[in-house]
């Protein structure tokens, strides 16, 4: 079946470091493709998303780009800042209407 | 206001209660779905509904129902609460197919 798979955290980096969190997934189809940001106490926010392939998703200086060949939506960013402090969760849309989600990765900025 | 509102926000109960937890949703989207949330687990899907007379079955339906009362409103019910069904509840909202979700800020359920 459908999954997905992202990197185990913790990942801890020092402010303005380089951040990858690697996702990898396994679908049938075409499906879209997401990164999701979770601040303790709150829901899952979408962070950016991507609908086919070579499509790349951006948003608060977070990238990610669809990549068919290997199947993978890694989440970049150039510089982190200790407010990005949060989980973050990969996730595909299926063929049968739902939504897969990787067990999240938390990460940790220092400052 | 919050597009997807979850109530209560807290609840802590004994083993064998009927627990009630409720979501609404001002977005206007038919996609409504339920998913619990335990650490190095991600989210797991428990029921999902396309419009209120379509209710489906997620991946660990047992134990729990649903009732989607309005376009608006979908509740999540656990029969007979046991201490394993303890977890972080999400209701999420979509607009159709490959759409991305929305999700409400949980419940926090512990099951004594």
């Known amino acids: 079946g459908n999954s997905v798979t992202q990197m185990e955290g913790p990942v801890t980096l020092s402010e303005e470091a380089f951040l990858t969190i690697n996702c990898t997934y396994t679908a049938t189809g ?21 609908t086919k392939a070579d499509d790349k998703g951006s948003n608060k200086g977070f990238e990610a780009t669809y990549r068919k060949e290997t ?18 969760f990969c996730a595909l849309s299926d063929q049968a209407y739902k939504y897969i989600f990787g067990t999240g990765t938390r990460l940790k900025v220092l400052a | 206001d919050a597009d997807v509102t979850q109530t209560p926000r807290n609840r802590i109960t004994k083993t064998g209660k009927r627990i009630m937890l409720e979501c609404s949703q001002t977005k206007g989207h038919d996609r409504m779905y339920w998913y619990r949330q335990d650490p190095g687990l991600g989210l797991r899907l428990i029921y999902y509904s396309f419009d209120v007379k379509d209710i489906n079955k997620g991946e660990i339906s047992d134990g729990y129902s649903v009732s989607r009362q309005a376009q608006a409103k979908f509740s999540l019910s656990l029969e007979s609460a046991i201490p394993n069904q303890t977890a972080l509840y999400f209701c999420a909202t979509a607009e159709g197919f490959n759409q991305p979700q929305h999700f409400g800020d949980g419940t926090r359920l512990s099951i004594l």
């Open chain 1, 30 to 50: 075409y499906p879209s493709l997401f990164w999701y940001v979770q601040y303790p106490g709150e829901g899952l926010q979408l962070l950016l998303k991507a």
């Open chain 1, 71 to 88: 199947t993978s939506f890694h989440l970049e960013k150039g510089s982190v800042q200790v407010s990005d402090s949060a989980v973050y």
